[in-house]
């Protein structure tokens, strides 16, 4: 019966999935490099600066001879959004083959649109089935992750959520809930024969932030499932083959920022004042009076004639 976990106080999940993604991407890497193959992409991933971003599977295997694991890292169905650079529909051309080993059901969707009003990305499926030595080591149902970011004056708001039809996922016929947890499996389940007993620990993570499901006042928005499985395999006298991790899977993978969302640009008033108009300083002219005298009339010096 699986074993549930309990949390440890003080430890994130993201430091510890980072140091478990990071012993498998070495691992991973170490042995294609040694088998002499490159890996120049993975597939499309989102280019930097994008502003929105989707990515509905990345899988990394880690080399495990005794369980019968190849290294290998890919990633399926991929959209990203620079700043109002629209809607990007996504890449499900699979180049790096992560449909070699995951079923993919139903219409398979990673797309993202950045716009002035808000940036979005979503993933969908119907379910994910991944196999592994003929087995089918690991299903998860129906996913929908959404995160959406809305700017200023409106906001900064951000929304996110990850659904799935339950809280459960199978590992090798065993439901396993969210948490970590620890089951007890046969080589013969793993499909690998110089093992005979295995312990294997899952953990498996449905992460939102912000959380909720409603807007919350934050600039960025993502979310999300992760799922990282680690083992002990043992041969039947009990020595101990390998005692690492295996598997890391994440899906439905969105995140988007508020950063670069802008208003459409618009008219500024006129900063100059209008023109005005300079009085004349130069006096109005004046009308000067004449300088000489009105003439006179002078009386006749003669006298007037007289009568007789």
Known sequence: MPKTLPRLPGVRRDVRRSAVRAALAVTAAATLTAAGFTMASTGARAADGDVATSVLADLTISDVPAAGLDAFNGVFGTAGSPPNGGLDNGD???????????????QAVARTNAEAAKNWAQAQASGFTLSLNERNFLAVGSL??????????????????????????????????????????TGAELGAAGVSTATLTIQYDQFED????????????????????????????????????????????????CDGTTSPPTTPPPTSP?????????????????TSPPPTTIPPTSPPPTTI
Do not use: F, K, M, W
Not at 146 to 174: F, H, K, Q
Not at 213 to 240: F, K, N, W
């Open 274 to 290: 209008p023109p005005t108009t300079v009085p004349p300083t130069s006096p109005p002219p004046t009308t000067v009076p004449p």
């Open 210 to 257: 912000p959380s909720g499901g409603g807007y919350q006042p934050q600039s960025s928005a993502r979310a999300g499932l992760d799922i990282t499985i680690s083992g002990v395999l043992r041969d039947e006298e009990g020595r101990e083959l390998y005692n690492g991790p295996l598997i890391d899977v994440e899906l439905g993978h969105v995140d988007v920022t």
């Open 92 to 106: 499900l051309s699979d180049p790096s083959g992560v449909l070699n080993y995951l079923t993919v059901r139903g």
């Open 144 to 185: 929908d992750a959404y995160a959406e970011c809305i700017p200023a004056p409106i906001g900064p708001l951000a929304l996110a959520y990850a659904r799935t039809d339950s809280n459960t996922i199978n590992v090798l016929g065993r439901q396993v809930p969210t948490g970590t947890t620890q089951i007890e499996v």
